[in-house]
């Protein structure tokens, strides 16, 4: 072991901490190029997010593809927060599970950070106070550098001291892992770019953790090694993505009320229009983004915003959604265009705001009371996001009906690699069936909700098209064709089957599942969607090597194309993988399709972690290798 020198021109710390890497004997130190994952154990508010994601984005820049994720607390500063970064030359996005190095620097989560490691992990941490032989583990290599006896030698500033203790480790782990120090400080050029006194400070605290690794710390066996295998994606998080969608898709207004995670939408909504929607000449902003008082009223308003004729979307997760079913179901049944992007996160009741799952399914498609039904569209990463957020505009428009996008906190939040969006500037949304003035002064015949080109849909008109024509009464209330209001039977039972055909037509109009067939003929298909995608194909590659092949269906919406039922009928046992507790996207195929329920196999992730590809492989082998009595079908973990 090696003293500490402590930085030049800063008195020597008065301690006798050292700098130290011990490894037992035996131990093989996991070593790998390119493909290891790293999680950082810090305390919330202690300014290592940004610290963290600088880490990830040098990685990045070095051509080597990382997929990172935050986990944080959901309520007061001082709680554990995480950072888990996979690096993966291979490019796989989903989490892998398990851990080759923990970066703790959080006394609190010490020994379940510590218990995480894969054996022959690495285990870095603040060696300023020593810590007793029971706190480390005979099977991994640790590595001790006395961060905030360093920090205090050059900072006089608590605070500095604690942000820039962050930096300094940084800078240690480049060294340590091969990350090149050039590559950061470009990073921290344009993060501070006019602010050279920032730069410069920051630029130190790096130095002071590159200098000390080099001289009393060896190299390990996890490397980066420069590649080039991003191309040309893009690193961006969801809800940016679905923000700058809605812009694309022509949304003007949005109406909002703050919840976790969704609340980045509305923000980065309004971003983009300070960019894209304020008249360069006048300075007149061509948008209208309303903070409303709750979730009932931002949903009025964009209801009303939709009725008006207007592109109107509003941003929530499935608290907002539960407050929110009045309206939607008025939206449903007056049939009013209205977007809604639900970022879901871990419930029931407020449940676990910061953490991640699919649990909204069932209350999304079915929401609000009596008969409804609503379309889903599935995004599987933030590229998806932009597209889909756009194309909800239109399918609302088309099919005059609510639209929901389903992300969730692991799209939404954190940042993705994703292919660049694109977006055909000859495009023309599609405001569906809109009857113009001139149509009505030629006497066409107006009736609201009559369907008179046999697919459910009904004509509108929007406020002050005609003088004295087109106009009508909106209700939720019981009507006619014609909109008046009426409590006859055949009247009520003609707008529901209306209704029920007009979502049969959404199911060609929504985007279509992608199917992935096997390598070899197989009788077992598994179904997934949205964010458990990345895992899932990575998944499919280790079950494959296995010997174990199945077709996949990736849903991208509901109601469920045709395609769905084939696939189905074409497999003699099909896994559902769904991040909830109830199996909610089985429950829905059961009911929608008519489905024997024994064949569908239940893989059930529902702690609030994303899912991982071990954990896939591992329900799906053992489902397959076991011999199940008739009518067995689960494979499923609590948490």
């Known amino acids: 072991m090696s003293a500490v020198r402590p930085p030049e021109g800063a008195k020597a710390p008065s301690g006798g901490s050292e700098a130290h890497e011990v490894a037992s004997v035996g131990v093989i130190p996991i070593e790998a190029v390119n493909d290891f994952v790293i999680k950082f154990a810090n305390v919330n508010g202690s300014g290592s997010a940004s610290a963290n994601e600088l880490f990830a984005k040098a990685i990045l820049r070095m051509g080597v593809p990382v997929s990172p994720r935050n986990i944080f607390p959901s309520n007061i500063q001082g709680l554990p927060t995480w950072y888990e970064v996979r690096v993966t030359e291979d490019g796989h996005l989903g989490r892998r599970g398990g851990t080759d190095m923990m970066v703790a620097m959080n006394p609190q989560t010490w020994d379940a950070d510590v218990a995480e490691l894969e054996p022959g992990g690495y285990l870095f941490h603040d060696s300023t106070r020593p810590l007793p032989p029971s706190k480390f583990r005979d099977d991994i290599r640790v590595i001790g550098m006395p961060l905030t006896e360093i920090c205090n030698a050059v900072y006089q500033d608590p605070r500095q001291r604690q942000l820039f203790k962050n930096i300094v480790y940084v800078g240690a782990l480049a060294i340590l892992l091969g990350i090149e120090p050039e590559v950061v400080e470009k990073l921290f050029g344009e993060q501070y770019k006019g602010k050279e006194k920032l730069l410069a400070s920051n630029v130190q605290a790096l130095h002071l953790g590159c200098d000390f690794a080099r001289e009393n710390l060896e190299p390990l ?52 229009c300070a960019k894209f929607r304020v008249d360069p ?66 419930g029931p009741s407020t449940g676990m705001p910061t953490r991640t799952q699919q649990a909204d399914i069932l209350a999304c498609a079915y929401a609000s009371h009596g008969d409804t039904k609503h379309v889903l569209l599935f995004p599987e990463d933030p590229h998806e996001c932009f597209e889909h957020a756009a194309a909800a505009l239109d399918l609302a428009d088309r099919l005059q009906t609510p639209v929901f996008l389903m992300t969730d906190l692991d799209i939404g939040m954190n940042q993705r690699l994703c292919a660049p969006f694109a977006w055909d500037d000859s495009k023309a949304y599609d405001r569906g069936k809109v009857m113009s003035a001139e149509e009505l002064e030629a006497g066409r015949d107006f009736g609201r909700y009559k369907d008179v080109d046999g697919d459910g849909i009904p004509w509108r008109t929007l406020p002050g098209t005609h003088p004295s024509k ?11 064709a014609y909109a008046r209001y009426s409590e006859r039977g055949p009247d009520y039972i003609y707008n529901m089957e209306r209704l029920l055909k007009k979502f049969a037509t959404a199911a060609a109009l929504v985007p279509q599942p992608v199917l992935r067939p096997a390598a070899e003929k197989t009788e077992l298909g598994v179904i997934y969607f949205g964010s458990t995608s990345p895992s899932m194909h990575e998944a499919l590659q280790a079950l494959e090597a296995r010997g174990i092949h199945l077709d996949a269906l990736r849903l991208r919406a509901f109601p469920f194309p045709q395609s769905v039922v084939q696939f189905l009928a074409q497999h003699r046992q099909v896994f559902v993988v769904e991040q909830n507790r109830d199996a909610q996207m089985r429950s829905l195929l059961v009911n929608e399709l008519d489905i024997d329920p024994a064949r569908l196999v239940r893989v059930l992730h529902f702690d609030g972690t994303p899912i991982t590809a071990r954990f896939i492989v591992q329900a799906i082998a053992a489902h397959v290798h076991k011999a199940q009595p008739a009518g067995a079908a689960d494979a499923k973990e609590t948490a």
């Open 470 to 480: 087109g106009s009508y009464f909106t209700r939720g209330t019981t009507r006619d």
């Open 221 to 272: 066996g996890l490397r980066v090694r420069r590649a080039d295998r991003v191309g040309d994606r893009i690193f961006v998080d969801g809800n940016s993505a679905a923000a700058l969608g809605c812009v694309y898709g022509g949304a003007t207004v949005a109406a909002w009320y703050p919840i976790t995670p969704s609340s980045s939408v509305a923000e980065a909504f309004q971003k983009y």
């Open 281 to 346: 000449a006048t300075g007149q902003h061509r948008f209208a983004i309303v903070q409303a008082e709750d979730e009932l009223a931002s949903i009025g308003m964009v209801v009303g915003a939709g009725w008006n004729g207007a592109r109107a979307f509003t941003a929530t997760s499935g608290p907002g959604i539960s407050l929110m079913a009045e309206f939607i179901g008025l939206a449903y049944f007056a049939e009013i265009p209205v977007t809604l992007i639900n970022v879901q996160r871990g």
